[in-house]
């Protein structure tokens, strides 16, 4: 049979390991997985998707060719909860259909030398037992590919058949997925996001963790342009595409780092910003129901991130503060930016409120009295309520996530 065409029905099999060791919440992750699939998949031909025996079944519309086939198995690899992706097929149960199947599911497997058969059934209703498929099947193979060699110790390819219920799934190509846990298994987080290589990356890590990811950016709005605000929507575009943003808050900021700017010695003045930010994080936090702020902060990578000054702003805030960075090497991170692809994005230039007002040698070792002694002297509270009043909201799409009802929300 020709590369790109099929009479058997195309599927993509996810595969899930973590989920399945939650015990009793299993089935509410297998949904929540499913919803986050189903979501991710409306741009093609898709016909249903459903849960089979542990496994997450995407069957595909008739007529779909190969290569689209691959593309809905990459785009499936990339939602937080995929453990594998398998592309191959659906057929009847029968061990004729069944070896023809696997025949065409190798054939679109790529380069192989070697192969062998894993057949299992999950119900004795069928009579014919995983040993004799592997063998009925094995032999159906070998004649259809005399010059590949049948091997049962690592074989360059594993041609699996699954009996499950009244069908049978066959498939050869599996692709590694990121792993994790759905999006909206782990609840809600707000994410500070800059225009920067690391806090998409962060944010991401907490979204394959299973939280819900509310993003805030602080602009340097009206003092700057609102450059940094279409690099953060063009981040978030990538994050939405499997599932991993829910919204993001921009804060036009720049006013408020005017005025500590001006009454704050320059030393603190980052670190008064910061704790000003994490307060408005907060705020948000509460109004979303998130339980946790998250950052790309990496130890050591910039003055405001030595074990003094992160200590100096966590004491701004009551919830726990989250940074999933902060033992990975800046060249780790940039790697998992290109792989993300927000690298290109977030290496574009733009002034943002890290830009502003910056003092030419920030305090590296900050004492939280002489913080709390130059913050007393600010209006800090009144500036949170205004500040909070004045965000702008955009929405992208994450099916696991519902806005406060008092929020109208808009793109
Ligand atoms: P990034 O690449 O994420 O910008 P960075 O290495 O530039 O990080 P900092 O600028 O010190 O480091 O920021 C540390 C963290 O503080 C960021 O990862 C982000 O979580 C948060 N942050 C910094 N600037 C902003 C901003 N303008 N809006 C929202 N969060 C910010
Ligand atoms: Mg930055």
């Given at each position: 049979m020709r590369k790109?065409?099929?009479?058997?029905?195309?599927?993509?099999?996810?595969?899930?390991?973590?989920?399945?060791?939650?015990?009793?919440?299993?089935?509410?992750?297998?949904?929540?997985?499913l919803k986050n699939v189903e979501a991710m998949l409306d741009a093609y031909s898709i016909v249903t998707v459903r849960r089979i025996s542990g496994r997450i079944c995407v069957f595909i519309k008739e007529g779909t060719g190969y290569e689209t086939a691959c593309e809905i198995a990459d785009k499936l690899a990339r939602i937080p909860g995929t453990a594998r992706v398998s592309c191959g097929y659906k057929t009847e149960r029968d061990i004729d259909e069944m070896g023809r199947a696997a025949a065409c599911a190798m054939r679109e497997a790529g380069e192989?030398?070697?192969?062998?058969?894993?057949?299992?059934?999950?119900?004795?209703?069928?009579?014919?037992?995983?040993?004799?498929?592997?063998?009925?099947?094995?032999?159906?193979?070998?004649?259809a590919f005399p010059e590949k060699a049948v091997k049962m110790k690592d074989p360059d390819l594993k041609v699996c058949v699954e009996v499950v219920e009244s069908s049978a799934y066959v498939y050869a190509r599996s692709i590694r997925g990121v792993g994790g846990l759905p999006v909206?298994?782990?609840?809600?987080?707000?994410?500070?996001?800059?225009?920067?290589?690391?806090?998409?990356?962060?944010?991401?890590?907490?979204?394959?963790?299973g939280a819900i990811c509310i993003?805030?950016?602080?602009?340097?709005?009206?003092?700057?342009?609102?450059?940094?605000?279409?690099?953060?929507?063009?981040?978030?575009?990538?994050?939405?595409?499997?599932?991993?943003?829910?919204?993001?808050?921009?804060?036009?900021?720049g006013d408020y780092q005017r005025e500590i700017a001006g009454s704050v010695p320059p030393g603190l003045r980052v670190i008064m910003y910061r704790r000003l930010m994490f307060k408005v994080a907060e705020a948000l936090a509460a109004r979303e129901k998130a339980g946790a702020l998250v950052t790309g902060e990496s130890l050591g990578q910039v003055a405001s991130q030595t074990l003094e000054n992160i200590a100096a702003t966590d004491a701004a805030v009551s919830m726990p503060v989250f940074r999933p960075l902060i033992g990975t090497d800046k060249q780790e991170i940039i790697?998992?930016?290109?792989?993300?692809?927000?690298?290109?994005?977030?290496?574009?230039?733009?002034p943002d409120c890290c830009t502003l007002f910056m003092p030419r040698s920030p305090e590296t070792h900050a004492k939280l009295s002489a913080v709390m002694e130059a913050e007393s002297k600010l209006p800090i509270e009144r500036w949170i309520a205004e500040i909070v009043e004045s965000v702008e909201v955009r929405d992208y799409r994450c099916p696991a996530y519902k806005s406060p009802k008092d929020r109208t929300s808009r793109r």
């Open positions: 790109g065409t099929s009479v058997f029905q195309r599927i993509c099999l996810v595969h899930y390991h973590e989920i399945g060791l939650k015990g009793h919440n299993r089935s509410s992750f297998e949904m929540r997985l192989f030398a070697s192969f062998k058969v894993a057949a299992r059934r999950n119900h004795t209703d069928f009579a014919i037992d995983s040993m004799q498929m592997n063998q009925l099947i094995g032999s159906i193979l070998c004649d909206g298994s782990s609840g809600r987080v707000m994410c500070l996001l800059s225009s920067g290589i690391d806090s998409p990356v962060s944010t991401w890590r907490m979204a394959r963790r993003g805030v950016h602080f602009s340097g709005r009206p003092q700057t342009s609102s450059a940094s605000e279409y690099l953060v929507d063009d981040i978030a575009q990538v994050l939405e595409q499997t599932g991993c943003i829910a919204r993001v808050y921009v804060v036009p900021f790697e998992q930016a290109q792989e993300l692809g927000t690298f290109d994005i977030s290496s574009e230039d733009a």
